[in-house]
């Protein structure tokens, strides 16, 4: 069983001062599978993806990602043992292309080294079938008619289109998405989501995401992780969350008590 | 007033523009390219160019090697300014680059017995008592010779400003072109994302830090190529010539030139090297009210009256890109 656990989160803990953040979330994301976390604003849901990507350093706890201890790795060196992450804000390179900023996610490009200088056969081998796939993804997010754009020109929406295909871009075996599809018109959100279970089947993908719109949470999810004011106060299969009376409390409220 | 119509003056005009140009590149490097706003970048020329003349005149090593070495102490001081100062935000780098340059300055002002202090590179010790201190001997006769060679097109024109300039301007056209490739790199896209955001790169693997890093030692280098120039130029140092208002210069061809792309450099550093240079001969009515000391100020801010209009009307640059300037 636990070495089917791609990642392993244990008793992790941050504060900002007073506020207690994340305090004491243990929680666990099978391989291959999709995992959500809910919880109401403020809960410390992008608070924990911090803390299992590196962003910030907690004070107590551990996270294991396929078995090793990362909580004192820097963000790049966690990226780099294949778990990527997005942000709730989706965050662009407003003055690079958008096809550089997808190009920006391959992993181990022999032109991001300055060594990679006196190689420039190796250099542009690699840059032309970056690009080559930076402007697929971008297509299987529909936004590739903007590829030589600046992506400060890109809407909200598109911004986290964006912000997802760069993060395919470097190849993950698992992503964090933090809210992916908040501002994504729904007849995308449904292709997205194709896209996604396809990549889950093709390469065992493992996901972990933030998500508010509870049905599409409840579609696709295998287990649902529900926090509240920094603590995982349940968490399951989707169905037995919905039924959860703590969750009513904190989350749901009186959207299922009246049903 | 006669030296304004001289050609031979503007001949030294253009080497010194060269040699700012070269210096101003480095800053490009890390600024255009990381953001990095380096504020001390005089220090790497200070550095390099005394390594070198102390090795020469003390040490009696060879000039080119010493020149290899002024470069590479240059390029370490770059990468002890990074490693020491680069993980504080932006602002905070900012300022105590300063610092390292002050510094760089101060140490050389108060090391008497070796770098020469406050009389220059004529007090270094020489290897032989009695020897008269110049770091100059291999370069003389080589610009002589590069001299000659000029005077079968140009006749007796040619001088040894001429020679100077022309292997300046050679050299800015070489790194140039390295440092147009380099920044065509995917190299360079990771360092113009840390402009904008340290997260994005730094979760998608990339060091952003190491980044960082490689391009304030790579200005460092440039830097220190720009201070054996200057060095060969004036034939003697003096700590006084790495004031922090040289590094300003060149942040003034950088923000002339437009920062992101290189290609307008060459001929911001030749606006402003007229620009520096020209304003020498305000010396006629209403200048001619002013003693010399407040024409310089005067000059200083003709200067900055220029560039002020300038970026109003062009703010970004020469040859910058408004669109990117626009984004939000
Ligand atoms: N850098 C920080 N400094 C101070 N307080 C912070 C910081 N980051 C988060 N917090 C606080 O921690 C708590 C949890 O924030 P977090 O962003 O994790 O919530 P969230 O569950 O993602 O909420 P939302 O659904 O609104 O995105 C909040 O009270 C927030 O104000
Ligand atoms: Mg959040």
Redesign the interface.
């Known amino acids: 069983m636990s070495n089917n656990l791609i990642l392993d989160v244990r008793d992790i803990k941050v504060h900002f001062g007073g506020v207690k953040a994340v305090d004491g979330a243990t929680m666990s994301v099978e391989r291959g599978s999709v995992t959500s976390v809910i919880g109401p604003n403020g809960a410390g849901k992008t608070t924990l993806f911090n803390l299992i990507?590196g962003?910030i350093a907690s004070d107590s706890g551990t996270v294991a990602f396929n078995g090793e201890e990362i909580q004192n790795l820097?963000?790049?060196q966690i990226?780099?043992r294949g778990m990527?992450?997005?942000?709730q804000g989706a965050?662009?390179?407003?003055?690079?292309s958008v096809v550089?900023n997808v190009?920006?996610?391959?992993?181990k490009?022999p032109?991001?080294?300055?060594s990679?200088?006196f190689n420039p056969r190796a250099?542009s081998r690699y840059?032309s079938e970056s690009r080559e796939r930076a402007m697929s993804l971008l297509k299987q997010v529909g936004i590739d008619r903007f590829a030589e754009d600046?992506a400060?020109?890109l809407s909200g929406g598109q911004r986290k289109l964006l912000d997802l295909a760069?993060?395919l871009m470097?190849q993950p075996t698992m992503l964090l998405l933090d809210e992916p599809f908040a501002g994504v018109n729904p007849t995308l959100v449904e292709k997205l989501l194709e896209v996604l279970n396809s990549l889950r089947q093709a390469h065992q993908l493992s996901f972990l995401l933030v998500e508010h719109d509870l049905e599409t949470v409840m579609n696709i999810s295998d287990r649902v992780v529900v926090m509240a004011e920094g603590k995982v106060i349940a968490d399951g299969l989707p169905n037995s969350i919905y039924d959860n009376e703590l969750v009513i409390d904190a989350y749901l409220g009186t959207r299922k008590k009246k049903s | 007033m006669i030296a304004f119509i001289q050609p031979g003056f503007w001949v030294f005009v253009l080497a010194m523009a060269g040699i700012y140009g070269i210096f101003s590149l480095g800053l490009q490097v890390q600024y255009g390219v990381g953001g990095i706003l380096n504020f001390g970048h005089v220090g790497t020329m200070a550095l390099s160019s005394y390594t070198m003349a102390i090795l020469v005149i003390s040490y009696g090593v060879n000039f080119w090697i010493a020149s290899l070495c002024g470069v590479a102490v240059a390029a370490l001081g770059g990468a002890f300014l990074g490693l020491t100062t680069l993980r504080l935000s932006g602002d905070y780098f900012s300022i105590v680059s300063i610092a390292f340059s002050e510094i760089v300055r101060y140490v050389i002002f108060n090391s008497d017995g070796f770098t020469g202090g406050s009389q220059g590179s004529l007090n270094i010790p020489a290897k032989v008592e009695g020897d008269y201190p110049t770091y100059t001997n291999t370069w003389e006769p080589f610009i002589g010779w590069v001299k000659d060679r000029l005077a079968v097109i140009f006749g007796d024109n040619a001088d040894r400003d001429m020679a100077m300039a022309l292997i300046v301007w050679i050299t800015l056209g070489i790194l140039l072109i390295i440092v147009g490739?380099?920044e065509r790199?995917?190299?360079a896209?990771?360092l113009?994302?840390t402009?904008?955001?340290d997260?994005?790169?730094?979760?998608?693997?990339?060091?952003?830090f190491q980044f960082r890093l490689?391009a304030v030692i790579?200005g460092s280098v440039i830097g220190g190529i720009a201070g054996i120039y200057w060095a060969l130029q004036f034939s003697l140092l003096s700590p006084d010539d790495f004031l922090t208002i040289v590094t300003f210069y060149g942040w003034m061809i950088l923000i002339l030139s437009g920062a992101p792309k290189v290609k307008g450099l060459p001929i911001a550093a030749i606006f402003f090297g007229f620009l520096y240079g020209g304003t020498r001969f305000f010396t006629f009515w209403p200048f001619s009210i002013l003693d010399s000391s407040q024409r310089a100020y005067i000059r200083i801010m003709i200067i900055g009256l220029v560039l002020i209009f300038l970026m109003l009307k062009r703010p970004q640059g020469l040859f910058g890109k408004r669109?990117?300037m626009v984004?939000?």
């Open positions: 990507s962003a820097h963000p790049h990226a780099h990527i992450r997005t942000f965050k662009v390179i407003k003055r690079l550089e190009m920006l996610g391959g992993q490009n032109g991001e080294r300055l990679g200088f250099r840059e600046y400060g020109i760069r993060s470097a | 490739r380099i790199m995917p190299w896209r990771v113009r994302a402009r904008e955001d997260d994005v790169p730094a979760a998608l693997g990339k060091n952003v490689q790579l669109e990117e984004l939000e």
